[in-house]
């Protein structure tokens, strides 16, 4: 599976991104899907994950209620909705993909593919 983000941007604090995730590969619509970021000199943090089937969800607390994860297997899309954005938010944001079911759980060395990141700049 390769996959391509996009969609980051420089927004100011309560702007609204979409970032989104192309997959490519025969199999994308058997994998969890996750978005992690990194902001510069931290560890990389786990944002959201969802399951195969675009069921379930999970979500790091501190973006719960502000940031929605969905796919479109037919599209083979991952998105992430980005509402109310902080600064804090500001990071490069990575969507991975694993091939195991496990899609609440927050360790991003469970997953096999990663794309190539996209930068969200929040201004204050």
């Known amino acids: 599976v390769q996959l391509q983000a996009s969609g980051g941007g420089l927004v100011q604090a309560g702007d609204s991104l979409r970032l989104s995730c192309a997959a490519s590969?025969?199999?994308?619509?058997?994998?969890?899907m996750g978005w992690f970021r990194q902001a510069p000199g931290k560890e990389r943090e786990f944002v959201a994950a969802?399951?195969?089937?675009?069921?379930?969800?999970y979500y790091e607390d501190s973006v719960k209620g502000r940031f929605t994860i969905s796919r479109d297997n037919a599209k083979k899309m991952v998105y992430l909705q980005m509402n109310s954005l902080k600064p804090e938010d500001s990071a490069v944001y990575y969507c991975a993909a694993k091939s195991d079911s496990t899609w609440r759980s927050k360790d991003g060395d469970a997953y096999n593919y990663w794309g190539q990141g996209t930068l969200v700049t929040v201004s204050s």
């Open positions: 969802i399951s195969w089937s675009g069921g379930p969800t």
């Open positions: 590969g025969p199999t994308f619509n058997m994998y969890t």
